[in-house]
Structure formats: structure tokens, C-alpha cells
């Protein structure tokens, strides 16, 4: 064969692969900026309306939570009986809870050290307090302004008291 055939059978074989090369780069080049653009696009959308939708769920529920909680301090408000010092008595130098006390005041006199107890007992402050056990929580309140009349150091050690043992403490309005 002469070179010259050879060499346009050589230029048949490349301009055939070339043109089968760019088809297969064609065949693959459709799809990909065509149609997997589209796909991402509509992945891109749900998943944007999946986020907004998860937001927008959990700022709902956050002001369900929030209204349960206020609902169970009202509950707990209206559930919480004042703390009576009738029940309570003197006996060799130390508090004594009544037999015929209402349990109530029994678990409120427990919450606190005795010392505390007895200091709020002689200054009269006990009717400030008001006791509740509801939702298996233990709730203790007292009007703002009370609590401000105490003193400091008796306020200091009711607020690290409640916060340790994990009663829960709110003012009555």
C-alpha cells in the first residue's frame, strides 16, 4: 500500500474515532447539563421547603411547649396551698410540724434546714409561702414584694436551697 493510502486510511480511522469520541462526550454532555441540572434544581426545592417546613414546626412547638409550661405554673399556682404556722410549734428549741398538719406542710418544712425554717418561723414569714406538689413537681411561691422584705442572707440561701434540690420557685402575683 502507498503512503498515500495509508495515510488516508489513517485519517479515516482518527476522523471516525474522533467523531465517535465526540458523540460519546455528546451522549454523556446532554444529560449532565441537561437533565441533572433540572434534578438538582428539584432536589434543591424540596429540601429548601423540607427546612422551612422544619422550622417553622419547631418554632410551633416551641410555643406549645411554652404554653404548656405557663399552664402548668398557673395549675401549679392555683394548686398551692399557703403555708399555715399554726401547725407548727416550738419544742425544745427546735420546729415541730403537727400531726394533724396537712402533708403539705410537712414536705415544705423538709425543703429547708431547720435554722432557716425557724427563722422564718419567728419573724411570722411562713404565711408568706405557699406550697405545691403538682405534676410531680415541687413548686414553692411568694409575692415579690415578701420576698424582698426578707433578709438578704435568708433569700440568698431559699434561692440556692430551691435551686439544688430542684423545686421550682416563682413569685405570686
Known amino acids: 500500500m502507498p503512503p498515500a493510502e495509508k495515510m488516508s486510511e489513517w485519517l ?9 469520541g465526540a458523540v460519546a462526550v455528546g451522549l454523556v454532555a446532554i444529560p449532565t447539563f441537561v437533565w441533572l441540572p433540572r434534578e438538582f434544581d428539584a432536589i434543591n426545592t424540596k429540601l429548601d ?8 414546626a419547631s418554632q410551633n412547638s416551641a410555643a406549645v411547649v411554652a404554653a404548656l409550661e ?14 399555715n404556722p399554726v401547725f407548727l410549734t416550738i419544742v425544745d428549741g427546735g420546729l415541730s410540724v403537727h ?6 406542710i410537712e414536705k415544705f418544712v423538709r ?9 422564718l418561723y419567728q419573724g411570722n414569714k411562713l404565711v408568706n409561702f405557699s406550697y405545691s406538689d403538682f ?3 415541687e413548686w414553692v411561691f411568694i409575692e415579690r414584694a ?9 433569700q440568698r440561701q431559699i434561692i440556692e436551697i430551691l435551686e439544688r434540690s430542684g423545686v ?6
Open 49 to 56: 421547603a423540607s427546612v422551612m417546613n422544619s422550622a417553622e
Open 168 to 173: 421550682q420557685f416563682d413569685f405570686q402575683f
Open 70 to 83: 405557663a399552664m402548668r405554673l398557673s395549675i401549679a399556682r392555683s394548686d398551692a396551698e399557703p403555708v
Open 111 to 119: 425543703l429547708f434546714p431547720e435554722s432557716l425554717v425557724m427563722s
Open 135 to 137: 405534676g410531680e413537681q
Open 12 to 20: 479515516k480511522r482518527a476522523s471516525a474515532t474522533f467523531v465517535g
Open 99 to 104: 400531726d394533724v398538719a396537712p402533708d403539705y
Open 146 to 154: 415578701n420576698f424582698l422584705a426578707l433578709q438578704a442572707d435568708e
